[in-house]
């Protein structure tokens, strides 16, 4: 008599194919493991950018059909990102959608949008990378572009991750690095706007406005609520932000009311007074360090090295801010062919290199 043989054996399975797959699988990731211990005697990026170029031609190079090459890029970004994350990176950028992505064709727009859609929700199931490895998710660019679907998509994304810290994604959708820094300094002038009326107020330049005077059609009829109210606005200025830069309580402009108070005294009086004169003379001045807190990256430091795949060497309107000291790496590859030999590769560029632009950067 033959006793029968169990399907499988623990975890392997009776067939040959199932045996030999899981057995390279074992040989694979412990593999990976020493190699990733290996690179960790060395220095390790903190925060990798990439430029995910060639899932067009990766498609046409198949002969796969249209809009195939994106899926097959979705895939090699998780399988990245679990490198990454391995590694210890804690901060992966990735260049999803451009702004200048939507002067292509309608239907292929309508095409990435929904694959967006698709893989935002993936996101959120429990088994997904993000679950796994504890990620934040951060969406950056100008979302009111994205369509409504999108949009919330990408909100519930960011709202339901906003409590893990093990790592960052920052996905950078309806993004160029020219929209970023001019809404950083949009939000700059209005903020010293603000401030700007706010020292106004603290000079005491209503004193001499009366409750119930009409200052250039305005009334005001109690002037210590009249400053309370803009001062509780004013504090907007200091709530946190979120993903993208914007407050998670934003404050609306202050309107030109107290203009209209300034000139209405200077006029009564005959002449201007010591507190106004002296804030024309003080004009608000924007740092360095205001542009910077309004970027939608400011959640973010700056990249270590930002990889760009396909062989192209330009950035593409991508982070032109934050790469100032940036490594650059670009691997022949198309993004779909991107794997473990890559970015194995680009942290041994980075390593290289890297005690040379620690002593850049300190001469700074």
Known sequence: MVTSVPNKVGNYSSTGNGVHKLFFDDITNFLRRCLFRVLSVGPIPTHLAFI????????????????????????????????????????????????????????????????????MEALLLEESIVNQYGIRVCFIGNLRLLSEPVRAAAEKVMKVTSNNSKAMLLVCVAYTASNEIVHAVEGSCKEKEKEFRLCNLNNNVMDDVKEGEKVNGMVVHDIQDFYEDTSVESQGLKQGKGCNGTPYHACESVESNWDQVLTSKASKSGEVSEGFRNLRQEDPVIKLVDIEKHMYMAVAPDPDMLVRSSGESRLSNFLLWQTSNCQLYSPAALWPEIGLSQLAWAILKFQQSHSYLEKKMKQL
Do not use: W
């Open 52 to 119: 995910m170029d060639g899932n067009r031609r990766y498609a046409k190079k198949q002969n796969l059909k249209e809009g195939e090459g994106h899926k097959a890029g979705y895939l090699a970004l998780m399988s990245l990102l679990r490198y990454c994350y391995e590694l210890g990176i804690k901060y992966v950028t990735i260049y999803a959608f451009s702004i200048e992505n939507f002067k292509r064709r309608p239907d292929e727009v309508q095409s990435l949008m929904d694959l967006m859609l698709e893989k």
